[in-house]
Structure formats: C-alpha cells, structure tokens
C-alpha cells in the first residue's frame, strides 16, 4: 500500500532569484551605533539604598 503525503516534499525549498534592480536587504551598523545604557532608576523612598554604604566582610551566604 502505498504512504500518501501531505504537504511540500523533502528537501531543500527553492527560492526564486532575486530580480537584477532589487533594493539590497538594509544592514546595520554595530560598530558605528551608539552605545546603549540604562538609566540607573531611582530609589522608591528616602534611603531606600543605604544598606550599599555596609562593607562586606567576605562571609557568603
């Protein structure tokens, strides 16, 4: 008995060629980008990040 498939066979899809006046795909420029940084956000309340002021002793937790 033969197995019927469904849908595209096996293999590798053909692409159609790209027509000769097509527009290059866009690129992006990482090394010339500028760089992103997050904004630090600020405290929730007054001394909400006082604990940072403790020196750590070096015990782990």
Partial sequence: MTELRK???PGRRQ???RP???VPPA???RMRA???TANPAAPSRAGALNHT???S???RC
Wanted: aromatic share 14%.
């Fill in 34 to 36: 500028p760089v992103w």
């Fill in 15 to 17: 692409v159609p060629p």
């Fill in 53 to 55: 002021r403790i020196e």
């Fill in 57 to 59: 002793r070096g015990f």
């Fill in 7 to 9: 849908g595209r066979p």
């Fill in 27 to 29: 690129q992006y420029d």
């Fill in 20 to 22: 000769a006046d097509a």
